[in-house]
C-alpha cells in the first residue's frame, strides 16, 4: 500500500507502483525530506534509504556536472536478483526523486516507461498543491510526523 | 554489432507491411537498435515486447514445453512478432494485412544471423 505525506503523490506513486509492478517505491525531495514510500515495513529502512537516495543524487549530479556540465539523469544498478532504479522528475519547479526496488517480474524497459508517466504526471502539479509545509526548523519532529503519516500511525 | 543489427532491422523493415523492427534484450527490455516509422515508440515497443516474450518463455519451461522460440499475437489492429535467440530478441510490428508467413521466415532467419 501506497503512504504519502504529500497528497499530490499518492495516486502518481500508486500508478507506478502498481503497473510497473516494482516492489518498494520511496519518493523524497532532493534534501532527504520523504515524500511517499510504497513497500517498506520499517521507518528505519525508509530514513535509511532517503539519506542514502539523497547522498546518491547530489554525488551523481555533481559528477555529472564535473564532466560534462550536466547533472545525470535515471542510475540503475542491476543485479541477479532485486535492482534499483533512481531518477529525478520535475514537479512544478522543484525536484522528486525516485527509488524503486525491482526483480525479474519486470524489466528496466518497463519500469522506465512507468516512470515517464509517473514524471508526465507530477511535471503538472500546481506548486501551491504540490506544497507539503514548510520545515519548522525542528527535523526530528518533521521527521517523526513524515514516518507516522508514512506507516499509518498519524 | 550495431551495423549488423542495424541491417538485420532494415531487411525485416523492408517487408510489407510491416511498421516496426526493434532489436532488445530480453532481460531489460531495453531497445539496442531500431527500424521504426515514427508514430511507433521504439523503446515502448521493446520494453513490452519483451516483457510479453520473457514470460511466455518462462510459462513454456514451467509447461515443461522447453524454449520458446517466437511469439506472435494477433490483434485487430496489426500483429506482433518476437524471436529470441538468448537475450537477444527481434520484435516486428506489423500492420493487420500484412504476409504473417513471410515475416515469421524474415524473423527466424534473422534471429539466426544477429
Do not use: K
Request: aromatic letters at 6%; one cysteine or more.
Amino acid at each position: 500500500m501506497t503512504r504519502a505525506v504529500a497528497p499530490w503523490l499518492d495516486a502518481p506513486l500508486t500508478d507506478f507502483v502498481r503497473q510497473a509492478r516494482v516492489g518498494m517505491a520511496v519518493a523524497l525531495e532532493p534534501s532527504g525530506r520523504v515524500l511517499a514510500q510504497h513497500g517498506f515495513t520499517r521507518a528505519l529502512d525508509v530514513m535509511a534509504v532517503c539519506s542514502l537516495v539523497a547522498a546518491i543524487h547530489a554525488s551523481a549530479s555533481e559528477l555529472g556536472r564535473q564532466v560534462g556540465g550536466r547533472p545525470f539523469g535515471p542510475l540503475h544498478h542491476g543485479a541477479s536478483g532485486q535492482q534499483v532504479f533512481l531518477a529525478p522528475a520535475a514537479a512544478g519547479s522543484g525536484t522528486v526523486l525516485v527509488l524503486a526496488v525491482f526483480d525479474d517480474r519486470t524489466s528496466l524497459g518497463v519500469v522506465r516507461h512507468f516512470f515517464a508517466a509517473f514524471a508526465r504526471a507530477v511535471a503538472t502539479v500546481p506548486d501551491e498543491d504540490r506544497a507539503t509545509g514548510p520545515l519548522t526548523g525542528d527535523f526530528e519532529r518533521d521527521l517523526g510526523r513524515n514516518l507516522a503519516v508514512l506507516f499509518g500511525r498519524a | 554489432m550495431t551495423a549488423l543489427l542495424q541491417e538485420t532491422l532494415g531487411v525485416l523493415a523492408r517487408v510489407p507491411g510491416v511498421r516496426a523492427a526493434v532489436a532488445a534484450t530480453v532481460s531489460d527490455g531495453l531497445a539496442a537498435a531500431a527500424v521504426a516509422s515514427v508514430e511507433v515508440d521504439a523503446d515502448t515497443l521493446a520494453a513490452f515486447a519483451a516483457a510479453l516474450f520473457q514470460r511466455t518463455r518462462r510459462a513454456n519451461v514451467a509447461a515443461g514445453y522447453g524454449d520458446t522460440h517466437q511469439l506472435v499475437l494477433d490483434a485487430t489492429g496489426g500483429r506482433l512478432f518476437v524471436a529470441a535467440r538468448g537475450d537477444l530478441a527481434l520484435v516486428v510490428l506489423a500492420e493487420r494485412d500484412a504476409g504473417a508467413g513471410l515475416i515469421r521466415v524474415a524473423l527466424q532467419r534473422a534471429v539466426r544471423s544477429a
